[in-house]
């Protein structure tokens, strides 16, 4: 008996981090964080206060990661987002949207799951792509919207 019950616990918290690395977040505090900072990688931290400015008169593809500092599957994505940032500089905008600061732009997208990926142009949003992503299917995404004009 104890075993069994040593063994469901042990599932149980194997099918916990399988969820999380595959699909999620886990809430918690919020996290202070400063709007309009430029990373290092030239990865933008938006709110609501920029976010219009910013992705409209850009003029350019914009790439928005909503997102939360608790999200296992974010945390993984930050590398893959600054190689994305340092590769499309000047050429596409990428950002980042703290949905646990900023519920206003969280709702006005829909989001539901964590990391969202939405990519705008002319600040409309054209495409959406939801969870972990490889590095060369964004970039496919990018470069495709890249040649089409709207």
């Known amino acids: 008996m104890k075993y069994k019950l040593n063994v469901g616990i042990s599932l149980s918290v194997f099918v916990m981090v399988f ?7 886990v809430d918690g505090p919020v996290a202070v964080s400063t709007p309009g900072t430029t990373y290092p990688d030239s990865t933008i931290l938006l709110d609501k206060t920029n976010f219009d400015s910013l992705t409209n008169a ?18 993984l994505m930050d590398s893959i987002m600054h190689a994305i940032s ?7 905008l990428v950002g980042k949207v703290n949905i646990l600061e900023d519920d206003s732009l969280k709702h006005a997208f829909f989001i539901a799951d964590v990391p969202t990926f939405v990519f705008l ?18 970039s496919g995404k990018i470069d495709s919207l890249l040649l089409v004009s709207f």
Request: proline letters at 2%.
């Open 19 to 25: 969820y999380l690395l595959q699909f999620g977040c």
């Open 58 to 75: 850009s003029g350019l593809v914009a790439l928005v990661e909503f997102y939360s500092p608790f999200c296992l599957a974010c945390n």
């Open 86 to 92: 340092v590769s499309y500089s000047g050429t596409a």
């Open 121 to 138: 142009k002319g600040g409309t949003e054209v495409l959406r792509m939801v969870g972990r992503q490889q590095e060369d299917v964004i």
